[in-house]
C-alpha cells in the first residue's frame, strides 16, 4: 500500500488547500502578483520536476541562500515535497560564516538567487563538497538555470519523497556567539508548527502579512501556518515600519507576527498617524518583554487588535502564547502551551516546580529531532520529550508562563539578581522615552563582589522629545528598588538590534549595549 501523500510537509500545507479551495488566494507578491492555492501548487509541482531534472533527489541535501520571498516560498515547498532536506541559509551571515555553515551541512547542491551572487562567487571555491550550482531568477556563471528547467517542465503531481519523521530542513540558531547550530525539524514537526493558528481567532479573510524573514525558521512559523490554516499570504521584501504602514491598508492585513521593539519603533514616530490600519486583528508579540506602556500606546493606536505574546525558540517554535491586552493572559506573561504542546519548570534537581524560578522545558510534536552533527550539544539540551534551553521562567498554578531571560542577562547588584526588562519597562513608562535597554557592568568598586555590578540604562527619546539623563534617575528612583535602579543613564539616537531581515529591529542586542557604553561608569 502506497503511503499517504499527507505526511509530506509541503503536501498537506499547500497541496491539501488546492484541492480543498482551489481558487482561493493563497499567496500575494510585492502588490504586483497574486496565486491561487491551485496556482501556486502547479508552480511548485513544475519546481520540483526542475530540481530532479538539475540531479537533486530525496535525502539529498541542498543549501539555500535566498532572498527574495517568492524564491524562498517556492524553492522551500518544492524541496520539501521532492524529500530533499533544505540547509536554510541566512543571507544576513558575514561570508566566513558562510562558508562555514554550508561545508558543515553536508550540502552537495546549492540553491541560490541574483541578490546573492557576488557571495556566491566567493564561497564556491572554497566548497568542493557542492557539486551542483543552481540559480532561480535568471542564467547564472555555471550554474543550472532553475527557471528554464522550470518552464519545460509539466505541473503533474509528483509523489512527495519524504514524510513524518524524515528531515525536511536544518534551520538555524541565531549565532550570536559562535558557528549558527543546525536545528533538525522533520516534516512531522513542521507540520505540528503549522496549527499555530489554528489556535488563534481568523476568518474567511484572514490575511498574514510579513517580510524576508521567512527564509529559515520564519518559514515554517510564518509560511506553514498561514497556507495550513487557509489564509491568504502577503509577502513583502521590506517588513519595516515605513513599507508597513503602505502595505497594512493596501492589502487588508489582519495577522502579523514581530517583536515589541517593530512597534516602539511604529509608534515612536509620527508617521503611522494617517494610516489605515483598522484591518488589523491579531498582532503576535514575541522575542523579547512587552512592557506595559508599550502595550498601552499600541491598544490606544489599535483598539481593534488582539495583542498576543509568545515563547518559543528555533528547537521548538511558538510553544506558549495567550492574549494580553483583554486580561485573559496577565501582562508579562506568554501564555500557555498551545493545543498538543507542554511546557513546565524545572529545579536543578529536575524536579516541576509551580511558582518558584527555574528552567523552562519545552515538549511537543513541534519540537526539534536535535542539533545535526552534535551530538553532544543535542544531549544537553533534549531530555526525555523536553527540549530545556536555558531560559529562566515561572509557570503559575494556571499554567501561565513568565519568561525571565537568559542568566547571562540578569544584572547583579547589592546582592540581589534582576532582570533586565524589569528596569527596561519602568523606563518605558516614562514620558518621552520610545525604547530602553539595561546591563549590568562590572561594578570595579572597593570590597565589591567579583560578580557585583552596576545599572547601565541607555534609553532612545520619542519623536519630537529631548531626554534628560538627572531627570530620569529621578523619576526611576521613585518607581524602582535600590538594586534596580540606573547609575548612568545614556540617551541615544538608537539602540543595537540583531539584523534578521524583518524590516524593523530585530532582537535587542544588550551585548552591545555593554560594549559600547561600559567606560561611563566609574
Not at 563582589?449 to 541607555?458: F, I, P, S
Request: aromatic letters at 6%.
Amino acid at each position: 500500500m502506497a503511503r499517504s501523500p499527507y505526511g509530506n510537509y509541503a503536501y498537506a500545507i499547500l497541496t491539501a488547500g488546492a484541492l480543498r479551495t482551489p481558487d482561493r488566494v493563497a499567496l500575494t507578491y510585492c502588490g504586483t502578483q497574486s496565486f491561487t492555492y491551485e496556482q501556486l501548487n502547479r508552480i511548485v509541482n513544475r519546481r520540483v520536476h526542475a530540481l530532479t531534472e538539475a540531479g537533486v533527489e530525496p535525502g539529498r541535501r541542498v543549501a539555500a541562500l535566498l532572498n527574495e520571498t517568492l524564491h524562498v516560498a517556492e524553492v522551500y515547498l518544492a524541496t520539501a515535497k521532492l524529500g530533499a532536506v533544505t540547509a536554510a541559509l541566512n543571507p544576513y551571515w558575514p561570508v566566513e560564516t558562510l562558508q562555514a555553515v554550508v561545508a558543515a551541512s553536508g550540502a552537495t547542491a546549492f540553491v541560490y538567487d541574483s541578490t546573492v551572487e557576488q557571495v556566491v562567487a566567493q564561497i564556491r571555491p572554497e566548497l568542493p563538497g557542492v557539486t551542483a550550482w543552481i540559480k532561480v531568477g535568471g542564467p547564472g556563471d555555471d550554474a543550472v538555470d532553475l527557471d528554464a528547467l522550470t518552464a519545460g517542465a509539466s505541473e503533474e503531481e509528483p509523489q512527495p519523497g519524504a514524510a513524518w519523521d524524515d528531515p525536511l530542513a536544518l534551520y538555524y540558531t541565531s549565532g550570536t556567539t559562535g558557528l549558527p547550530k543546525a536545528v533538525v525539524h522533520t516534516h512531522a514537526s513542521a507540520l505540528a508548527t503549522a496549527q499555530i493558528w489554528l489556535d488563534v481567532p481568523r476568518s474567511e479573510d484572514s490575511v498574514l502579512g510579513t517580510g524576508a524573514i521567512i527564509w529559515g525558521i520564519g518559514f515554517p512559523a510564518l509560511v506553514g501556518p498561514a497556507l495550513y490554516a487557509g489564509m491568504r499570504l502577503v509577502l513583502e521584501q521590506d517588513w519595516g515600519p515605513a513599507n508597513f504602514l503602505k502595505v497594512v491598508p493596501r492589502e487588508k492585513v489582519t495577522h502579523v507576527s514581530q517583536i515589541p521593539s517593530f512597534y516602539a519603533a511604529l509608534l515612536g514616530s509620527d508617521d503611522h498617524a494617517s494610516a489605515d490600519l483598522s484591518s488589523l486583528r491579531v498582532i503576535m508579540l514575541g522575542g523579547e518583554p512587552l512592557p506595559a506602556a508599550l502595550l498601552a500606546r499600541m491598544k490606544e493606536r489599535l483598539p481593534q487588535a488582539g495583542v498576543y505574546c509568545y515563547y518559543g525558540q528555533t528547537e521548538a517554535p511558538y510553544t506558549c502564547f495567550g492574549r494580553v491586552d483583554d486580561g485573559s493572559t496577565p501582562l508579562g506573561s506568554s501564555g500557555r502551551a498551545r493545543t498538543g504542546n507542554a511546557v513546565r519548570i524545572t529545579g536543578p534537581d529536575g524536579g516541576r516546580l509551580v511558582g518558584v524560578t527555574g528552567e523552562i522545558n519545552l515538549a511537543g510534536p513541534h519540537r526539534m529531532a536535535g542539533y545535526d552533527g552534535l551530538p553532544d550539544k543535542t544531549a544537553e539540551v533534549l531530555r526525555g520529550e523536553w527540549y530545556v534551553g536555558g531560559d529562566l521562567g515561572v509557570l503559575s498554578e494556571d499554567g501561565d508562563l513568565t519568561v525571565l531571560g537568559r542568566r547571562e542577562d540578569a544584572v547583579l547588584k547589592g546582592g540581589t539578581w534582576s532582570q533586565p526588562s524589569v528596569i527596561e519597562e519602568a523606563a518605558v513608562a516614562l514620558d518621552g522615552v520610545a525604547e530602553a535597554g539595561a546591563v549590568g557592568v562590572p561594578a570595579h568598586t572597593e570590597g565589591a563582589g567579583a560578580t557585583e555590578q552596576k545599572v547601565l540604562l541607555a534609553v532612545v527619546p520619542r519623536a519630537g522629545h529631548s531626554l534628560d539623563p538627572s531627570k530620569l534617575a529621578l523619576a526611576l528612583a521613585e518607581s524602582l528598588p535600590g538594586h534596580q535602579r540606573p547609575d548612568h543613564i545614556v540617551v541615544a539616537e538608537e539602540l543595537p538590534h540583531f539584523q534578521d531581515a524583518s524590516g524593523g529591529p530585530g532582537k535587542l542586542l544588550r551585548r552591545e549595549i555593554r560594549e559600547k557604553y561600559q567606560h561611563l561608569i566609574d
